[in-house]
């Protein structure tokens, strides 16, 4: 539970003005001018390099399909990141924060299942989930609950276990083995970052004030804020989502399909290049008959967990010291999870 100290001592709670631990979002700020002219600049730099080096050498059917992977990325995933904004608006400025003592246990170790289990009924993409998981955590939600919530949500929701389950008929231990497994490594992330994480490691995202508005402005200053923040990071992680999918021959990853315990990294590592929604990776997992069932189902589970455009998200709302610790993380967990479930299931 968290609490305020009053001046006689006692320990207070105010529902609409509690605010996470000062210790959860350390270090300078940086002006935000100097951020763009600095930003400015290495785009510049980007430009003139492509355009005397990279452009010779590109071939007009590879940009083709670098520019159709890269707008397909961008427009599958944005209509649910801009879902996942307007919830966590919604839940900054509607939503009190006594709402979540009530609904999550007091203690962050049992708060971490229970958030893990709410990800089973919000239909949504990872891109929705980094921006709710940053409200949540705004809200005076324990991180380690949050954390959870973002990596279940886009993983097992009623949405990704239907197209799961059409992509692999007469297959419900597809269904059943990418539910568990997913949940699982949502959890034990939750449980490890609470044990060993530090409040400076993780920058919490600030949210916009808007006393003289009223909920109402402070749900518009949420939204602007969060859409011009995560929409940036989305084009970076779609870019290089498009790139390494035209970089990396198809041939290649055939050839490492036969490989044994080999092909479930190969598949891991390919569900992290590809980049694509948790609504849509079933289909190309169950295309990908060549791999063993414990393969494709570690590409279902981390896929929705550790991805670049997901990457560029979490760096950019919690800090790249956050991303460097908890995305290894979560992929060895999700690789590790993955050949167990896949090994008593499949």
Known sequence: ?????????????????????????????????????????????????????????????????????????CVQALPFLVFGVMLSAAITAFVPAAFWRRVLPSRPGAAVPVAGAMGAVLPGCECASVPVAGGLMARGVAPAAALTFLL????????VLVATAVAFPGSPQMVVGR??????????????????????????????????????????????????????????????????????????????AGTGPLSVLVLALLAVLMSICSEADAFVAASLSQFSP???????????????????????????????RFVPLTFALAVAVSVLVGGALL
């Open 152 to 159: 279940a949500a886009p993983a097992i929701n009623p949405v």
């Open 179 to 256: 539910f568990a497994a997913s949940l699982l490594v949502a959890v034990l992330a939750g449980w490890i970052w609470l044990l060993v994480g530090r409040g400076e490691w993780l920058r919490v995202p600030p949210r916009p004030e808007a006393a003289a508005g009223g909920r109402w402005e402070a749900f518009r200053q949420a939204m602007r804020h969060d859409i011009m923040h995560a929409g940036g990071f989305l084009v970076v992680g779609g870019a290089a989502a498009a790139t390494i999918n035209v970089a990396v021959p198809a041939d290649w990853v055939d050839g490492l």
């Open 1 to 73: 539970m968290i609490s305020m100290t009053d001046s006689a001592g006692l320990r207070t709670a105010d529902d609409d003005d509690l605010l996470p631990p000062p210790d959860w979002a350390p270090g300078r700020p940086v002006a935000p001018g100097t951020r763009a002219a600095w930003g400015f600049a290495a785009l510049a730099a980007v430009l003139v390099a492509g355009r005397l080096w990279v452009a010779p050498a590109v071939d007009g059917r590879a940009l083709h399909a670098w520019t159709t992977i890269f707008v397909a990325i």
């Open 294 to 324: 414990t393969a494709r189902l570690a590409f279902l589970v981390v896929g929705p967990m550790v991805d670049l455009k997901l990457v560029a998200l979490q760096a950019g709302f919690f800090g790249r010291r956050f991303a460097v």
